[in-house]
Nanobody
Framework: QVQLVESGGGLVQAGGSTRLSCVAS????????MGWYRQVPGRQREMVAS?????????SYSDAVKGRFTISRDSAKNTLYLQMNSLKPEDTAIYYC?????????????WGQGIQVTVSS
């Protein structure tokens, strides 16, 4: 099993920046992808950014955050990051860290408890 603990976030002004962190522990040997998702009440959880844990470290972003958010990973610290710049009120959501095996897909992965990010206008 994989355990994920998010930190960071909080209240940020529009146009500002913040960084989310996700520390992973447990059986990470079989994990080859990680990502950030977000969810607002009444809406489905959506992918924000993902990164493959391979030699090529392929990243992917949703159109809503492309050019503003950056996903990265520190393998030595088993930590996933999401740098969030030029924040907008519509970025307000609970953000979740996810870790999965590519063969199974993110819906079968492990999730963190979620962390609130609120962007004030």
């Amino acid at each position: 099993q994989v355990q994920l603990v998010e930190s960071g976030g909080g209240l940020v002004q529009a146009g500002g920046s913040t960084r989310l962190s996700c520390v992973a522990s447990g059986s990470m040997n079989s994990i080859n992808a990680m990502g950030w998702y977000r969810q607002v009440p009444g809406r489905q959880r959506e992918m924000v950014a993902s990164i493959t844990i391979t030699s090529s470290s392929i990243t992917s972003y949703s159109d809503a955050v492309k050019g503003r958010f950056t996903i990265s990973r520190d393998s030595a610290k088993n930590t996933l990051y999401l740098q969030m710049n030029s924040l907008k009120p519509e970025d307000t959501a609970i953000y979740y860290c996810n870790a999965w095996r590519l063969i199974e897909g993110p819906s079968s992965g492990s999730w963190g408890q979620g962390i609130q990010v609120t962007v004030s206008s």
